[in-house]
């Protein structure tokens, strides 16, 4: 069998490790200008994604886009010869201008290794008008610079912008964002360049995961963002998010806090916080056979046709009682709404809360209905519990692995010794597993390790091999119970056809792979693997709710991206690029601005230099301060000297003039005399 392939090459690659000695192409794409609203783009972006980005790169941007569609108003189409737009290219490292530069083509760079979500989701935070975080005027407020540590040459990335160049829109300085640096950025040795003034923060800084919550407020502040947001519902105010307690039906959903034959607490709480921790319950046990309980959701506008309904749901009821999942739809021809039967969830109970997708497909006015029914003759033990409901116009995970105890699985797993996800079978019938490492591989300690392996068993056909262009994307859940605030992490990998080991990578497993047990005894192949050591810490992912209840849990997916070329682009824009600022590079991270019509540098200022001239091409300092007032003072002393040196020749040749006109006129005189 093959040895795992590393796609991120052995280490653990931040943007500014990315981008480390590729400066060539990035002369003018790294030019920034100041925020203002002649720099937001439209709450709709048009972009264009050039052929020579990786295919695994094309599928995440995809992944972060949806990203911003459901955390932010903001949206992407596809340019179709609007004056300004972004191409998205694959360059020398990751990369992107701060805001609308209004040039036209706007590139943004997505090289190796820049695959990752949170990498995407930063560099586009700065085409829409974003600087580092640790970039902000009152930074040193919080985070102390350690210039001596800092690798030569790399200073100006530590530069902060003063209130007219950059807002902070009125929100807190945010150790948590996912545009500040880490710790050791640019460092030239082993000891950090930026020290957090509260230590607790040390190791929370530079996150790559996901938008913080203040980075989606201040990105919703800048465009004047208004919830696009479908529903979500944590069960804590007595209102119920506005849900109704349907008509017609005999028994009734109750808000509570525990339940007769459980659960005992909620899921959002877990029942740490005194005083709430609410949910929905049905209590199967007082109904009678054939009852149900209609639980509708408030009146929802879809925008996008296809929605994705996630909730925790806990059965403590008979095996025999169920939940239906309904929509009501809403039209000139059913005003009082018609239901349409979605989805019946049924089973053994079991004694815990679990995760159900369920993928809708409305395309006009609707209610989510959650219908619960008692079937079981005689009495149940206890009924059906939910929580934590999120309806987002996004579509849904195929599948989900939950890994119980993992923070006692991650303390007492081996380094180097992996676990791994049951063989889960995609739509187009291929077969994959997830191994994670919960104490990291070998020589990399402390960390998880997640690799995609392909699984294939004697008499499966109908497959092509070598698995062509699947991506396979590992998302570890922030548990968060409302989904726009969630910091899941998530690494995509791509099955190339073309890709070789000794052999090709991603051909069959009966061929390339190994065989394995199954827990029913039963055989199959497992493939190569390929992923990452460094798919997250140990101490990251004891953090926010990536653990709950003691239990882990990871959404898996298989969807097909094909490498066709992009859509033939418009031969011209709408309008020319009218930018002044295009022809003019500002210097030493000099921002260009817009000054009466015309283009302008304003220079970086420190806290004791300065960078002056028409494009910051000089440096200033306080050491100069001596230099520059002697130097002053001798060139007005010199300026004094030549002054009086030629007043002095002024007057010797006025008066040589002026006496030899009175010698002329006595000339003169004496002549006329004779």
């Given at each position: 069998?093959?040895?795992?392939?590393?796609?991120?090459?052995?280490?653990?690659?931040?943007?500014?490790?990315?981008?480390?000695?590729?400066?060539?192409?990035?002369?003018?794409?790294?030019?920034?200008?100041?925020?203002?609203?002649?720099?937001?783009?439209?709450?709709?972006?048009?972009?264009?994604?050039?052929?020579?980005?990786?295919?695994?790169?094309?599928?995440?941007?995809?992944?972060?886009?949806?990203?911003?569609?459901?955390?932010?108003?903001?949206?992407?189409?596809l340019?179709t010869?609007?004056a300004?737009?972004?191409?998205?290219?694959?360059?020398?490292?990751?990369?992107?201008?701060?805001?609308?530069q209004?040039?036209?083509?706007?590139?943004?760079?997505?090289?190796?290794?820049?695959?990752?979500?949170?990498?995407?989701?930063?560099?586009?935070?700065?085409?829409?008008?974003?600087?580092?975080?640790?970039?902000?005027?009152?930074?040193?407020?919080?985070?102390?610079?350690?210039?001596?540590?800092?690798s030569?040459?790399?200073?100006?990335?530590?530069?902060?912008?003063?209130?007219?160049?950059?807002?902070?829109?009125?929100?807190?300085?945010d150790?948590?964002?996912?545009?500040?640096?880490?710790?050791?950025?640019?460092?030239?040795?082993?000891?950090?360049?930026?020290?957090?003034?509260?230590?607790?923060?040390?190791?929370?800084?530079?996150?790559?995961?996901e938008?913080?919550?203040?980075?989606?407020?201040k990105?919703?502040?800048?465009?004047?963002?208004?919830?696009?947001?479908?529903?979500?519902c944590?069960?804590?105010?007595?209102?119920?998010?506005?849900?109704?307690?349907?008509?017609?039906?005999?028994?009734?959903?109750?808000?509570?806090?525990?339940?007769?034959?459980?659960?005992?607490?909620?899921?959002?709480?877990?029942?740490?916080?005194?005083?709430?921790?609410?949910?929905m319950?049905?209590?199967?046990?007082?109904?009678?056979?054939?009852?149900?309980?209609?639980?509708?959701?408030?009146?929802?506008?879809?925008?996008?046709?296809?929605?994705?309904?996630?909730?925790?749901?806990?059965?403590?009821?008979?095996?025999?009682?169920t939940?239906?999942?309904?929509?009501?739809?809403?039209?000139?021809?059913?005003?009082?709404?018609?239901?349409?039967l979605?989805?019946?969830?049924?089973?053994?109970?079991?004694?815990?809360?679990?995760?159900?997708?369920?993928?809708?497909?409305?395309?006009?006015?609707?209610?989510?209905?959650?219908e619960?029914?008692?079937?079981?003759?005689?009495?149940?033990?206890?009924?059906?519990?939910?929580?934590?409901?999120?309806?987002?116009?996004?579509?849904?995970?195929?599948?989900?692995?939950?890994?119980?105890?993992?923070?006692?699985?991650?303390?007492?797993?081996?380094?180097?010794?992996?676990?791994f996800?049951?063989?889960?079978?995609?739509k187009?019938?291929?077969?994959?597993?997830?191994q994670?490492?919960?104490?990291?591989?070998?020589?990399?300690?402390?960390?998880?390790?997640?690799y995609?392996?392909?699984?294939?068993?004697?008499?499966?056909?109908?497959?092509?091999?070598?698995?062509?262009?699947?991506?396979?994307t590992?998302?570890?859940?922030?548990?968060?119970?409302?989904?726009?605030?969630?910091?899941?992490?998530?690494?995509?990998?791509?099955?190339?056809?073309?890709?070789?080991?000794?052999?090709?990578?991603?051909?069959?497993?009966?061929?390339?792979?190994?065989?394995?047990n199954?827990?029913?005894?039963?055989?199959?192949?497992?493939?190569?693997?390929?992923?990452?050591?460094?798919?997250?810490?140990?101490?990251?992912?004891?953090?926010?709710?990536?653990?709950?209840?003691?239990?882990?849990?990871?959404?898996?997916?298989?969807?097909?991206?094909?490498?066709?070329?992009?859509?033939?682009?418009?031969?011209?824009?709408?309008?020319?690029?009218?930018?002044?600022?295009?022809?003019?590079?500002?210097?030493?991270?000099?921002?260009?601005?817009?000054?009466?019509?015309?283009?302008?540098c304003?220079?970086?200022?420190?806290?004791?230099?300065?960078?002056?001239?028409?494009?910051?091409q000089?440096?200033?300092?306080?050491?100069?301060?001596?230099?520059?007032?002697?130097?002053s003072?001798?060139?007005?002393?010199?300026?004094?000297?030549?002054?009086?040196?030629?007043?002095?020749?002024?007057?010797?040749?006025?008066?040589?003039?002026?006496?030899?006109?009175?010698?002329?006129?006595?000339?003169?005189?004496?002549?006329?005399?004779?």
């Amino acid at each position: 069998m093959y040895a795992d392939h590393d796609v991120d090459g052995g280490r653990d690659l931040d943007i500014f490790d990315i981008n480390e000695g590729m400066q060539k192409d990035r002369k003018r794409q790294t030019r920034n200008s100041i925020i203002g609203d002649e720099y937001k783009w439209p709450k709709t972006i048009p972009y264009y994604m050039e052929d020579d980005l990786e295919i695994n790169a094309k599928g995440v941007i995809l992944k972060a886009f949806e990203q911003y569609r459901l955390k932010t108003c903001i949206d992407f189409k596809l340019w179709t010869g609007e004056a300004n737009y972004i191409s998205i290219f694959k360059g020398s490292g990751c990369f992107s201008s701060v805001g609308n530069q209004h040039v036209g083509k706007q590139r943004l760079s997505i090289g190796t290794n820049c695959d990752r979500i949170a990498t995407i989701e930063h560099e586009f935070l700065h085409a829409l008008g974003f600087w580092h975080e640790q970039s902000r005027s009152d930074r040193d407020d919080y985070v102390k610079i350690m210039w001596d540590r800092i690798s030569e040459g790399k200073e100006h990335n530590f530069n902060t912008y003063n209130d007219t160049t950059s807002s902070s829109l009125g929100v807190p300085y945010d150790y948590g964002s996912m545009m500040h640096y880490s710790k050791n950025a640019f460092r030239n040795g082993i000891e950090p360049t930026i020290i957090t003034k509260i230590p607790a923060f040390s190791d929370v800084i530079g996150q790559r995961m996901e938008f913080s919550d203040s980075d989606l407020l201040k990105l919703n502040r800048l465009y004047n963002c208004s919830s696009t947001f479908l529903d979500s519902c944590d069960f804590e105010r007595e209102n119920i998010c506005g849900m109704i307690q349907g008509q017609g039906d005999k028994a009734d959903w109750v808000r509570v806090a525990t339940a007769a034959g459980g659960p005992n607490t909620d899921y959002s709480n877990m029942g740490k916080c005194t005083g709430s921790g609410y949910f929905m319950h049905f209590n199967t046990g007082a109904a009678n056979n054939g009852d149900t309980a209609l639980l509708e959701s408030r009146l929802l506008y879809p925008k996008r046709g296809y929605q994705c309904l996630q909730f925790f749901y806990y059965n403590s009821a008979s095996p025999s009682d169920t939940l239906k999942i309904h929509v009501r739809e809403y039209d000139s021809s059913n005003p009082n709404g018609k239901l349409r039967l979605i989805k019946t969830i049924d089973g053994s109970p079991q004694e815990l809360w679990q995760l159900h997708h369920v993928s809708l497909d409305v395309k006009k006015k609707f209610r989510v209905v959650f219908e619960g029914t008692k079937v079981a003759v005689g009495t149940s033990p206890g009924g059906l519990s939910l929580d934590d409901i999120n309806l987002s116009e996004t579509t849904c995970p195929e599948f989900v692995w939950r890994v119980k105890n993992f923070s006692a699985v991650m303390e007492n797993t081996p380094n180097d010794t992996s676990i791994f996800s049951p063989p889960f079978t995609s739509k187009e019938g291929y077969t994959f597993q997830m191994q994670l490492y919960p104490s990291g591989k070998a020589d990399y300690p402390d960390e998880l390790s997640a690799y995609a392996h392909l699984v294939a068993r004697e008499g499966d056909t109908g497959q092509k091999w070598p698995c062509p262009w699947k991506q396979i994307t590992m998302m570890l859940m922030d548990q968060h119970p409302h989904i726009q605030k969630r910091m899941s992490n998530q690494r995509s990998v791509t099955t190339d056809p073309n890709m070789k080991a000794t052999g090709l990578f991603w051909d069959d497993p009966r061929k390339v792979g190994v065989e394995v047990n199954d827990t029913d005894g039963s055989t199959y192949f497992r493939g190569p693997g390929s992923g990452t050591p460094v798919y997250l810490t140990q101490l990251r992912a004891k953090s926010r709710d990536f653990i709950k209840g003691g239990d882990a849990i990871f959404l898996l997916t298989m969807e097909g991206k094909s490498p066709q070329p992009s859509p033939t682009p418009p031969t011209t824009t709408t309008t020319s690029p009218s930018d002044v600022c295009l022809s003019v590079e500002c210097l030493n991270d000099g921002v260009c601005v817009v000054d009466e019509g015309r283009a302008a540098c304003r220079c970086v200022v420190g806290d004791d230099w300065w960078y002056y001239g028409d494009r910051c091409q000089f440096k200033g300092s306080n050491k100069d301060k001596t230099t520059l007032a002697l130097a002053s003072s001798l060139s007005v002393l010199a300026a004094m000297v030549v002054i009086t040196a030629v007043s002095v020749i002024c007057v010797k040749r006025k008066y040589k003039k002026l006496r030899k006109n009175d010698v002329d006129m006595e000339n003169m005189g004496n002549s006329h005399k004779l």
